[in-house]
DNA sequence: GGGGGCATGATACGAGCGTATGAATAGAGT
DNA sequence: ACTCTATTCATACGCTCGTATCATGCCCCC
């Protein structure tokens, strides 16, 4: 690892802005090397491959997640209120990491097998929330159901939201890049989790 | 519209396929008039070009579904009972039409600007479900909340679990092809959302 | 201080791309 | 029977693609 940038490191960088603005097959070797200032031959040099980058450029992307939301989960407090604190660092996490919805997306597009970074972190990921969740049945505060459904019925929320944000501001209005209507966007989310998992002593009415 | 497909329809459908499988820039004209049995100029003759076909393919994907949900919305019943049917429909829709999940992502992906058909039909069906919402509150029987807000926590579930399809398969082996486990898929969803949007009584225990 | 290996540079190659062009074909209307 | 129009077909053009090749620079270490 090197203080300057580093030929294969400028790639990397380069390669993963256009890789997500652009796609896979929108994105040509000689736009990333000149976007990093490299010469056209240095992707093979580097990485053997254009693919071989891109699959660099997945599992550089996706690995941050894991670590973030198991620290969110670790917080002190009822399984609901970590739950939260989970929510939140997820959509914190995409926040700070706009283009990995559009590599993961990709991911899903294409009829290649999927990488094994992605897929293990998503596993992670829901594991993360399943765990707190049949903690939470466990103690009589979270409603009963398949932990695992559950979790996906709250990860789908920060991921598409943050994913779809284009759609939000041009189609409905709404513009998860403003601060505020992201968070009343967060806490509304925030607010429909809870409900959807705590558990009532009485019907509703 | 002919009975016999016709060299249009016949680009459209193989177009829609091509396109959702490996991306626009991955589906050459080639590709698409091969699949199709047509010539490669056919596409030009028919469509003006490569693109043209594209927003024709968008905006015949994207249309059905503003009936359909709006439809659902229209059974009998109580607003949280309506709404549990458009979730149904949601799903059942995204089923039935497996390719436009791809199709949506696509134009997430893309910095071109987003296909107006996908932006009206997104708009109209989130319009759909905050209508629900607002008048679920106003019979005190949904919790207060904006209501495009809770519409968007509600949309994401069958938006990303169905685009997601492949990681659920492969990374957390959940199959929502295998009707079962997609009828257990469904029915958590739905037991979330009630729970997520039912006014209750009493606090929770 | 000169050799060795890593890194970068310029350029070439064949393949595939989207589109344009003009000829061949078919079918309906008079 | 003949023309007119709509469609299909074969082919060509200019371009960009990913990768390979080989020469050049550079710096560290013996």
Redesign the interface.
Known sequence: MNDTPGTAAALLHAARQLF???????TSVRAITRAAGANLGAITYHYGSKRDLYEAVIAAAMAPSRERLAGAAQTPGAPLDRIEAVVREFFAFLHDTPDL??LM???????R??AKA???T??AN?GTLATLIAEGQRA??I?P??P???A??IG??P???T??R???R???S?DPADPTTRG??VD??V???R????????K??
Request: aromatic share 4%; no cysteine; net charge negative.
């Open positions: 997500a603005r652009h796609g896979y097959d929108g919805p559009s997306m990709q991911q899903l597009i294409g009829d097998p999927l992605a897929l293990a998503v596993a829901m009589g505060t409603r159901g398949d695992r459904l559950l996906l019925s789908s929320q991921i598409w939201l994913a779809a284009r759609v939000l041009e189609g409905v709404i009343e966007l509304s989310v607010g429909f989790v409900a959807g998992l705590v558990a009532h002593s009485e509703p009415r």
